[in-house]
Nanobody, 121 residues
Framework: QVQLVESGGGWVQTGGSLRLSCAAS????????MGWYRQAPGKERELVAG???????KYGDSVKGRFTISLDSVIHTVHLQMNSLKPEDTAVYFC???????????????WGQGTRVTVSS
């Protein structure tokens, strides 16, 4: 079994910063990628940022230049530094990871339970 444990959500005023972290643990043979998605009330889940095991990154258009994703491959932990936060960044943020649990099993997708970020105007 694999668990993703998120931390760092909370409340912040417009223009403020927050740092989210997500640690993967359990039966991990290898990590292909980790990332963050978010879902605001009444909206679909969308990509915020992702990073591969080779440190290739991708960002959603709305967060480019404000958010930075990083990966500590040794401890299977991904961080999301969020700066210049806006009210429209308010959402539940979900950690996602593509993980192999053994060398013979296919890559599987795992999700955290979500951490809430609220940005007040």
């Amino acid at each position: 079994q694999v668990q993703l444990v998120e931390s760092g959500g909370g409340w912040v005023q417009t223009g403020g910063s927050l740092r989210l972290s997500c640690a993967a643990s359990g039966s991990i043979f290898g990590v292909n990628s980790m990332g963050w998605y978010r879902q605001a009330p009444g909206k679909e889940r969308e990509l915020v940022a992702g990073i591969s095991s080779t440190s290739v990154t991708k960002y959603g258009d709305s967060v480019k230049g404000r958010f930075t994703i990083s990966l500590d491959s040794v401890i299977h932990t991904v961080h999301l530094q969020m700066n210049s936060l806006k009210p429209e960044d308010t959402a539940v943020y979900f950690c996602n990871a593509g993980i192999w649990t053994t060398e013979n099993d296919p890559l599987q997708d795992y999700w955290g339970q979500g951490t809430r970020v609220t940005v007040s105007s």
